[in-house]
């Protein structure tokens, strides 16, 4: 085995096990600098510079993991078929969540790049920022993004939803399942969804449901998205 296969071995290892062990300490203590999508990155990020591993290197087998996100998109469409008894009882409130929650989010998207000087491909894979990672990247190809910079951009988003979603939701008093389950899954996608099941077991489902839908709107609209905010 030469050195580079050993790199690529080690940098495998170290993305699955920083994700699992910040996932078990999270579950023991629920503080958001031990979220798995925040610790696992700055540790992975440390490690990859401390020993000089190359990208090439480092993508060698870790790669598999992003080929993972297709067939997790179609596993979607399993607690949409469990959860269609919900689907009928609120459809209304989820489609109103969904709409309100792609076109806030590109809109505000398009507002703060007007106002910040941005470069142009960071404009573009910034757009599609609101909704899961696995829809993002087939949407943000419309966009004319980047799908690297749209997937660190989602995850900043989901991020920055999930520590601050439940604080404002109390700040504007929004008690309800399915206020939350909606707020959470719309604003926040994968991230959002994993806290609504932290507060609940309904806002975990419509959070989950409210997700998918965003996701498979955005890819659905994405070309007349990138029309309208071209």
């Not at 398009?110 to 609101?130: G, K, Y």
């Not at 909704?131 to 004319?144: I, Y």
Request: hydrophobic share 55%.
């Amino acid at each position: 085995m030469n050195q580079s296969t050993l790199l690529a071995l080690i940098s495998l290892a170290i993305t699955v096990g920083s994700y699992y062990i910040a996932k078990a300490m999270y579950k023991r203590h629920k503080t958001w600098w031990l979220l798995p999508s925040i610790l696992a990155p700055v540790v992975v990020v440390l490690l990859v510079v401390l020993l000089s591993i190359p990208l090439p290197t480092y993508f060698e087998y870790t790669h598999w993991l992003v080929t993972l996100l297709a067939p997790a998109t179609i596993a979607f469409a399993v607690p949409i078929y469990r959860e269609r008894k919900l689907i009928r009882q609120y459809p209304l409130t989820i489609t109103c969540g969904v709409i309100a929650g792609v076109m806030f989010g590109l809109t505000s998207t398009w507002l703060l790049t007007r106002v910040i000087p941005l470069p142009e491909e960071l404009v573009h894979s910034v757009l599609v920022r609101s909704v899961s990672t696995p829809f993002a990247l087939q949407a943000t190809s419309a966009f004319g993004g980047v799908p690297e910079l749209t997937a660190l951009m989602v995850m900043l988003t989901g991020i920055i939803g999930m520590v601050i979603g439940e604080p404002l939701m109390k700040l504007f008093r929004i008690h309800t399942s399915l206020g939350r389950g909606v707020a959470l899954g719309a604003s926040a996608h994968g991230s959002g969804t994993a806290k609504a099941t932290e507060i609940g077991q309904q806002e975990g489902v419509v959070a989950s449901l409210t997700m998918i839908f965003a996701g498979i709107v955005m890819v659905i609209c994405a070309p007349f998205f990138a029309w309208i905010f071209s």
